[in-house]
């Protein structure tokens, strides 16, 4: 990072504290403990975000640019390959539970959520994104039955540290993605 680069200095500190509330939860971070991950004066984290819940709501919003990437993966590959489409969403999913830094990451979103209204916003953008990238494909309600099961499994694999397998996504999914409603 430039040391002169107040974009590229923001930047670190927002990864920083995103990496440490996927390691030690929203409610323990710090701007001390983001400085000393970003390798930042403590006054950096204090200049770019004035509170500590803005630093927290800026480090959940660069969570969910990846999981807005995904969500976009996943759309594309129902207008690609609409065959093989059902079968790279659970590879992708699988893929993203199967990261524990994107499951606590995505677990700590949904617990900010519950209580900060601030956070509701961004942690609806998974549910949300999954309808849209699905529901021209297999329907509305099959897409928000994929959502939902889909956020259970996060929870599932945040819980027990592990994701569900494959065979069992697979069972959970094949009635909404193997039989879509008519559009």
């Given amino acids: 990072m430039a040391k002169h680069d107040p974009q590229a200095r ?9 990496d ?15 400085a000393a991950r970003a390798d930042v004066p403590l006054g950096s984290t204090t200049a770019y975000f004035t509170s500590i819940d803005d630093l ?3 480090a959940l919003a660069f969570h969910v640019e990846d999981i807005d990437r995904t969500l976009k993966q996943i759309g594309d590959e129902f207008v690609v390959d609409p065959a093989g ?13 199967s990261d524990q ?8 979103l949904n617990s900010t959520a519950t209580f ?6 961004l942690a609806r953008r998974w549910t949300d ?35 569900v397998s494959k065979a069992d996504l697979q069972r959970a999914f094949a009635p909404f993605l193997n039989h879509p409603e008519d559009n």
């Fill in 10 to 18: 923001r930047q670190a500190i927002i990864e920083a504290a995103a």
């Fill in 129 to 163: 994104g999954m309808i849209e990238a699905l529901a021209e494909h297999i329907g509305h309600d099959n897409a928000l039955a994929v959502a939902i099961i889909s956020d259970g499994a996060c929870v599932h694999a945040a819980i027990r540290g592990a994701p």
């Fill in 101 to 108: 830094r994107s499951v606590a990451s995505a677990a700590a």
């Fill in 85 to 97: 489409a059902p079968d790279r969403l659970v590879d992708y999913l699988f893929d993203y539970l």
């Fill in 20 to 34: 440490l509330i996927a390691e030690v939860g929203p409610g323990k971070l710090t701007h001390r403990l983001v």
């Fill in 56 to 58: 927290r709501q800026a």
């Fill in 116 to 121: 900060d209204p601030q956070v509701r916003e």
